[in-house]
């Protein structure tokens, strides 16, 4: 049976999490599965591709290859992804004052934020597609786009969440006896947050 | 004991089953029975199996037993009967999880011995064999053994008829598994027991087979419409020189027909 | 009738949702199943739905028993004979065992922790919407003429598009995805729901152990099942978007496929056995009068086993040639998770030892669960000696063993759970007679069926054949195979015509026709909308026992004068005060667009992008909706 989510139905549960809080707990723990499984494939095939393009610098039959990453550009969005969470945070910690226009504007820089990373990866992903890597042009081109496409539409969920939550909240209906609902949408935004740092480091920074 | 009694039908299934198993162990002819090893591998397999088998049906007659004198000895006679409420007891848990560990980890010690000696690398004097797998016919190569003008001796099957790998006997044969196109599995149970066939990947295992004869193997992983056609036969010959003998015509029979089509298995099946 | 405008249809069309909302809250007619949110209808409805599979599941082992009854069988060709095989296991896996287990969760849980109803009811009926339009839709590809056929388990890269070009993996892969996504939600729910929605005084080790068992399961669910979602899109976009995952040619291994399905599927046999165990575990102590012994240890294997399910999963590819070490260290670990197993065998002959046995159809299956159980796990210990398992690996012999473990082990439990839970949910008791014909049809035939293939698979005969010549000395096992084959669906006759005989006896079973312990027994039967009138406050693991019986110091049984006394029936509407979750079309409609974007993914994208808009729809419209008005 659900209530609006105040303090008084996380009470009355036999844990004292709110229903809604121990499922997006249980969920993000069984996305940790999903996103390990592909970071697994990615690591496993890491140095079974075949020819070109690759991720750094290589050499095939005697002509080295430009290695297709831009650590620099992507450090800049890996950074824009780390600072929406900043944002989320300060949402959260507005609704949770009652600041309703706190937390529209902070909720509002968070999508924002996630709205310039995804560009930022629609940009990555297309001047690499023009150097020629695809889903079906090598064994890199496949585990990267998969991975990093999958991470991709996570955050356009999120986006879109995030969005749904300012339209609630521009009709009045997201006031502090809802945080809960900011705070959920809170701790999927942080996973996917984690889930790029973890893949910026062991796919773009750490090269064998 | 009454035939009605549910312990009765119960025991006198596993007799049956039993009795059928030592049968079935019985009957050498069947030609694929890895109850009658012919090779040292399918040999040192039966044997683990038996090793465990037997305490496996003696802890099976112990717990079905028990169960049936369970059944019997404690039905409800009367509406209200009620038992002592037993919750449990810590002794016994430990035992029963500490005992069967100990079993377990004995059985491990052979267990682990086998794997170690099977996967081997082969012996530097081994009798090379590649086993193509292929939808859906085996061919079998002797790099060892090539003709005058260098191609490496093959042995192709068609669909009507499974190929013919032949080795001599007591000689260690190395055999290289390839997969031309999907995962097949190469098994010839009286001699060893399978191993896969993957595209991409070179997997090897050895065998050594001890009687004269030929015996019957086919492909063990499924791989399409026509799996269980894909069979083949290892010829074991009476020895050595037989064997050569054998390599010998091959080797001119192709010289006097040279070209044959068949599949190639390269680096990735391609 | 006047004709109405865009607006004023608009209108109406709301009105008569809203109307059905509203009829479908007084429990009766279709619509009060189409928008149930209440997790005894959601329970009964998964269990008719899988037993409708578990017929086309059978019928489909009947042809394959058919075929291979002699060598060189005419009755079905290569082709189709390995559409059958695959859709066979692929159906009793996903579209029998585990949508049964599934509905005795969603029966028992609730009830059986004193709670109304799940966490997430629309969340519940949308698994259950789900499951059905995933079992309908992995079906439709035998009209469409083109059935999976690689196997349950699709290895690749035979499951490529230049191995299997059309339609059948693509039907196969899609409806898994769907499936997965109904179980998933299920197990996020009743994980909710145990940790949150027990009984006042209902410890966690007072809890029953079958919902201990569910709460294992729900975990193993959500955690194995994302392994296999991302094993079957790295194979649906090699398909579709010739991606590399499993492509030789460039570097990818078909290998990766197989850990992959075996990292899922290990977890996957125990998702399948352990609500099972948790059957038995009820069913043992109610039929013995006594508690079940060591519930601890029984808890604590259970999670064991969960635990140490994670660690085994190679041992279904001792032959691809991982190399000594690993196969060493696979061999190890299954042959210690046979421990744990071993563990709960023996408390639960403890539990019957002493007891006050009611030999009843419910404990028949319970202890034949027990008999070829045991018979499976000894057999399973036999594949973990690695070097044997080498002539083991892909005959009969696994196929014995599998069916051992599953059908003589988790379909037995599943009996068991029926007969022993269905006067609660319906009101009247099945017939003991044709109970025990049931029962003995079946564990003949099973064992008819299943015991020979332990042997021809050791005489070499290899799986997933469509035919086998004569004088390989596998004649004789196959045609009693496919006798017990026959058996076994007289006996699944014979618990239809249980059904219909029941449906006509006028006799309630009342609320405890058994002498239960745990707290679904303290409510009528068929218990009301809202389970218990007044939440119940617990004081003891078996609390209802302790409410009939008390112990003296010797741990004799003393019944307890009224003890027994259970909530009476109340007249419909005295309980208004009672909030329960309102009907809701939006899991429907939601679970709708998952077979249409699959469906669109295979021939039509503009199909993609309509099930994806009906997904939004449902989505939005239940994230909007209230939960209960």
Redesign the interface.
Known sequence: ??HAPTADAALE???G?D?RK??MW??L???C??FG??IA?YL??RN???GAPCPSDCVIDGVTHEGLFDIPFTSVSAFVLLMSSVSMVLALAAIQRADQRGMRVWLATTALLGMLFISGQAFEFTEFHREGLS??S??F???FF?LTG?HGAHVTVGVLILLSLLVMAFRGRLNQAQSLHVELAGLYWHFVDVVWIVIFTLVYLIQP | MSVRKPGFRLLLTLALVLLALLLAGCDTKDPQNTFSPVGDVADDQRDLFNLVLWPAVVILILVEGLLVVALLRFRRRSPDELPKQVHGNTRLELAWTIAPALLLMVLAVPTVASIVELGRAPSADALKVTAVGQQWVWSFQYPDYKDAQGNVLTVFGTPEEPPEMHIPPDLEIAIQLQAADVIHSFWVPKLAGKKDAIPGRNNRMWLIAREPGTYSGQCAEFCGLAHAEMRFVVVVHENMDDFQQWVDDQLSEEAAAPGTSGPVAGRYGE | MARLTMGQRAVTMVEALRMAREEGATYRGIWSWITTVDHKRIGVMYGVTAFAFFLVGGIEALLLRLQLATPNGGVLDADTYNQLFTMHGTTMVFLVVMPLSAAFFNLLVPLMIGARDVAFPRLNAFSYWVFLFGGLFMNASFIAGEAPNAGWFGYANLTSTTFSPGHAIDFWALGLQILGIASMASGFNFLVTIFNMRAPGMSLFRMPLFVWMTMVTSFLIIFAFPVITVGLFELLFDRLFEANFFNPAEGGSPLLWQHMFWLFGHPEVYILILPAMGIVSEVLPTFSRKPLFGYPFVVFSGIAIGFMSWGVWAHHMYTTGLGTVANSAFGISTLLIAVPTGIKIFNWMATLWGGSINIKTPLLFAVGFIAMFVVGGLTGVTHSIVPSDYQQQDTYYVVAHFHQVLFGGSMFALFAGIYYWYPKFTGRLLNEGWGQVNFWLMFIGFNLTFQPMMISGLLGMPRRIYTYPDGMGWDVWNLTSTVGAFLIAASVLAFIVNVIVSMRDKRPAGADPWDGRTLEWTIPSPPPPYNFAEIPTVRARDDFWHRKYREDESGRAIPVVAGAAVEEEHAAGEHHAIHMPSPSFFPLIAALGLPMVALGLMYDYALVAAGAAVLVVGVYGWALEPASE
Do not use: H, K
């Open positions: 049976m659900q549960t036999s844990t999490l229903n121990l499922l249980l969920f723990a069984s996305e599965l999903f499984s592909l494939a496993l095939y079974q591709s075949i889903l079906s090598n064994l081109g496949t585990t998969v999958f």
